[in-house]
T-cell receptor, first 115, second 115 residues
C-alpha cells in the first residue's frame, strides 16, 4: 500500500497516560500535516512538518502536545498526560512539495479514546 | 483569518438526480480551494481542487465544482447521483498569501443518495 499509513488505528488510554500516534507519509512525500477531528466537526489543522523541522505549529495546543518527523522513520504525534477532551480522530496527511496548491493525501486516522 | 462554511449539515438526493453541496469561503487573497470525501472510519480522499484558470473544475468520480469569486463560493456538483456517492463531504481552503500552512476545513455535509 503506497498510501499514507497511520498506526495504531485505534488507541485507548487512561487519563494521565501518554499517547503516541505514528504516521508514515506516501512514498516520495517529505511534508507531513497533522489534523484533529472531533465528532460532527471538520478537521482542525495542528502542525506541519518537514524532515527534522517543524514548519508551522500554529494549531497545536501549547501544552502536552508535541510532534516530530525524524530523518529516519515515521512522524510521531505525542500527547502527554491525556485528558478526556483529547478523545478524537487524528489524521495525518502528506504532500510531495510544500506548494500550497498541492493536494494533501490523508491516512485513515487514529481514533484515540480516553477512559 | 481564513474560513469555510458549509451551510447544510445534510443533503438528500434521489439516485439519478443532480446534486449540489454548497461551500462558501473567506480569505484575504486569492484562494486555493479543495473538496474531499470521507467514508465511515476512513481518511479523506481528494476529489478536486481550484487553483487558477477555468472556473469549472472537474474531478474524480464524475464530480465537478464551480468557483465563483463574486459570491465567494465553490459548490460541488454532479449531474447524476449514485447511491455509492453517499458520504461526508468537506470543502477546504488555503490562503497562499499567508496564514497557517494547513488546510482550513468546513464542518462537512452528509450527502445521502436515496435509491
Amino acid at each position: 500500500n503506497a498510501g499514507v499509513m497511520q498506526n495504531p488505528r485505534h488507541l485507548v488510554r487512561r487519563r494521565g497516560q501518554e499517547a503516541r500516534l505514528r504516521c508514515s507519509p506516501m512514498k516520495g512525500h517529505s511534508h507531513v500535516y497533522w489534523y484533529r477531528q472531533l465528532p460532527e466537526e471538520g478537521l482542525k489543522f495542528m502542525v506541519y512538518l518537514q524532515k527534522e523541522n517543524i514548519i508551522d505549529e500554529s494549531g497545536m495546543p501549547k501544552e502536552r502536545f508535541s510532534a516530530e518527523f525524524p530523518k529516519e522513520g515515521p512522524s510521531i504525534l505525542r500527547i502527554q498526560q491525556v485528558v478526556r477532551g483529547d478523545s478524537a480522530a487524528y489524521f495525518c496527511a502528506s504532500s510531495v512539495t510544500d506548494g500550497s496548491n498541492q493536494p494533501q493525501h490523508f491516512g485513515d486516522g487514529t481514533r484515540l479514546s480516553i477512559l | 483569518a481564513q474560513s469555510v462554511a458549509q451551510p447544510e449539515d445534510q443533503v438528500n438526493v434521489a439516485e439519478g438526480n443532480p446534486l449540489t453541496v454548497k461551500c462558501t469561503y473567506s480569505v484575504s487573497g486569492n484562494p486555493y480551494l479543495f473538496w474531499y470525501v470521507q467514508y465511515p472510519n476512513r481518511g479523506l480522499q481528494f476529489l478536486l481542487k481550484y487553483i487558477t484558470g477555468d472556473n469549472l473544475v472537474k474531478g474524480s468520480y464524475g464530480f465537478e465544482a464551480e468557483f465563483n469569486k463574486s459570491q465567494t463560493s465553490f459548490h460541488l456538483k454532479k449531474p447524476s447521483a449514485l447511491v455509492s456517492d453517499s458520504a461526508l463531504y468537506f470543502c477546504a481552503v488555503r490562503d497562499p498569501g499567508g496564514g497557517a500552512d494547513g488546510l482550513t476545513f468546513g464542518k462537512g455535509t452528509h450527502l445521502i443518495i436515496q435509491p
